[in-house]
Structure formats: C-alpha cells, structure tokens
C-alpha cells in the first residue's frame, strides 16, 4: 500500500512539474507576443512619422510650385513691359 500511495504521489509531483513547465512555456510565448507586438508599433510609429514627412515634401513640393508660377507671372509681364518699352522705342526712333 505504502508503494502504491508513493507511486501515486510521485506521478502527481510529475503532472505539477510538467504543468509548471508548460505554465513557463506558455508565459514565454505570451512575452514574445508582447515583444512582437512592441516591435509592431515601433513600426507602425516609423510608418506613421514617413507618412508625415511625406505630406510635409508634398506641402513643401505645392509652396514651390505656387512660386514657380509666380515667377512664370511675373517673367510675362516684363516680358509685356519690354515689350511696351520696344514698342515706345520705335516711336521715339520713328519721329
């Protein structure tokens, strides 16, 4: 009786340890869940901060392009007023 209740005892000390085992597994591959998950939002931080730079090169790209076509402006109307300049110049010349 004394081996069967040792035998008995002996396998239920092992079911533990194998639990505590697997509890101990188990909490690994809940940390590195964590940890992918961390490495997940540090990326889609990154992915958010490229997205912003993004947009603030289209802004910038949109402001250059507004001064290219004020400087296309404003070179047609000097070209106008040299125009105007010439056209003045003839007459003087002509009379």
């Known amino acids: 009786m004394f081996l069967l209740r040792y035998a008995v005892t002996n ?13 101990n597994e188990s ?9 992918l998950v961390h490495e997940a939002l540090i990326l889609a ?17 949109f402001i250059l392009a507004d001064e290219s076509l004020i400087l296309v402006n404003e070179s047609f109307i000097l ?5 105007g300049l010439i056209a ?7 009379n």
Request: net charge negative; no cysteine; proline share 0%.
């Open 45 to 61: 931080d990154e992915s958010l901060i490229l997205a912003d730079e993004s947009l603030i090169l289209v802004n910038e790209s």
């Open 79 to 83: 070209v106008n007023e040299s125009r």
């Open 88 to 94: 003045e110049t003839f007459y003087i010349v002509a």
């Open 11 to 23: 396998i239920l000390y092992q079911i533990a340890d194998e639990s505590f085992i697997l509890a």
């Open 27 to 35: 909490l690994i591959l809940v940390n590195e869940s964590f940890i």
